[in-house]
């Protein structure tokens, strides 16, 4: 029974009137207060959505709040690696980084992960290396064959009824490319490592890189193919008029340990046609300083800066990469290389990079033992000229 009906039954002695005004009270009343209670129900409704909200963006909950970083797994893991040699979370991302590399050995060397790989490799390619005119592969196997074909076939011109003779068949050659390790071993003190503000990763990239850089910018020029790769300047050099398969050609000065302009005019025209519209000059500073400042019949420099940032200089319009483990000017030296490259020096190498961490051969640091596999070679003996600074 409610309020208004209780009112009313007890109101009975009034008049009509004043017992309507009187039920008409009451029920206001009560509507007033179911209002009220249906308020204050929605307000805690409300209160709880948003406690849920803010539980569900809370630093404890980031799945639910947005998508966790990519990598983030990988770069954690090789990190524990590298600082306290946990290996718990590399081996439990073998599984998952099947992209990251072909195999993981059983001696304990674990590939660089993605973002440090990618590091050493720009910055490889940023030194002055003719690794950036060479043409670069990248393959699986111990060796690279390149396979050459620098005959031609005999051909004739052959009349209505005569009849057509068999002629030569162009020969195919092998050029093997061996690849051979290139390592390096920086070391820190574990202190340094347990250092939470320490760069682990960008301080381990710029040490290999710079070890790596050096040594394969002197071998692809004077390495003698004995555990590294073989330098183009490694092969036999002979006087470009008699030049056979298998050695360099070169063009003199004419100048005992001089150059002079026709001699650059020279070297870039003993190059064939179909080498010389990718044709780049290599030397090294000493040598650039000399051979800036020649001159043409008219007075003009045959060299040119670049016109923007990052542009090589030009020779003859040829660009030019400078070289420091190049030979500096001196009697009979082959001190500048004109040639097409891309097509004359293939550096073949193996994608992974490895890391060994040794905390016990040199407490109180740690080694970290890096190694990569790298080859290189001439592979077209015609698309490489050299300048010799001697009279014949």
């Given at each position: ?30 509507f ?21 909200d ?29 600082r ?31 973002q ?10 940023a ?7 060479a ?7 111990t ?122 005019i020279d070297?870039?025209?003993?190059l ?17 300083g ?39 000017v ?42 990569k ?11 490489i ?8």
């Amino acid at each position: 029974m409610s309020k208004t009906e209780i009112k009313s039954r007890a109101g009975e002695g009034l008049s009509p009137a004043e017992g309507a005004m009187q039920a008409v009270t009451g029920f206001v009343s009560d509507f007033k207060g179911f209002a009220a209670d249906i308020q204050t129900k929605f307000q805690q409704t409300e209160e709880r959505l948003t406690m849920l909200d803010r539980k569900s963006n809370s630093a404890i909950r980031t799945p639910l709040a947005g998508a966790t970083e990519a990598g983030a797994p990988h770069q954690k893991a090789f990190n524990a690696y590298l600082r306290s040699g946990d290996d718990d979370g590399l081996r439990g991302l073998e599984i998952e980084a099947k992209g990251l590399s072909t195999a993981v050995n059983s001696d304990g060397g674990y590939l660089v992960d993605p973002q440090t790989s990618d590091t050493v490799k720009s910055t490889l390619n940023a030194t002055a290396s003719i690794r950036a005119i060479a043409s670069v592969v990248n393959v699986e196997a111990t060796s690279y064959d390149v396979l050459i074909d620098h005959s031609d076939v005999d051909t004739g011109w052959a009349t209505e009824a005569g009849g057509v003779s068999e002629s030569a068949t162009p020969s195919i050659d092998r050029i093997s490319i061996q690849l051979h390790e290139l390592s390096a071993l920086p070391k820190a003190s574990q202190r340094l490592l347990d250092d939470s503000a320490f760069d682990i990763e960008g301080w381990l990239a710029g040490r290999i890189a710079d070890k790596f850089a050096r040594a394969e910018a002197a071998a692809f020029i004077n390495g003698d193919g004995i555990d590294k790769p073989k330098g183009f300047l490694a092969h036999t050099s002979v006087d470009n008029d008699v030049w056979a398969w298998g050695n360099l050609g070169y063009v003199p000065t004419g100048v005992d340990g001089d150059v002079t302009p026709e001699a650059i005019i020279d070297v870039v025209y003993a190059l064939g046609a179909e080498y010389r519209a990718n044709g780049t000059f290599v030397m090294n500073s000493k040598t650039a300083g000399l051979v800036r400042k020649l001159k043409d019949n008219d007075g003009r420099f045959m060299w040119s800066d670049g016109l923007a940032a990052g542009q090589p200089a030009t020779l003859m319009g040829y660009p030019v990469v400078i070289a420091e483990d190049m030979p500096d000017v001196s009697t009979g030296a082959d001190a500048i290389a004109f040639g097409d490259f891309a097509a004359g020096y293939t550096v073949a190498e193996r994608p992974d990079l490895r890391i060994l961490r040794d905390p016990f051969s040199a407490k109180p640091h740690v080694l970290f033992y890096a190694t990569k596999r790298v080859g290189g070679d001439v592979s077209d003996f015609a698309a490489i000229k050299l300048l010799k600074f001697a009279t014949a």
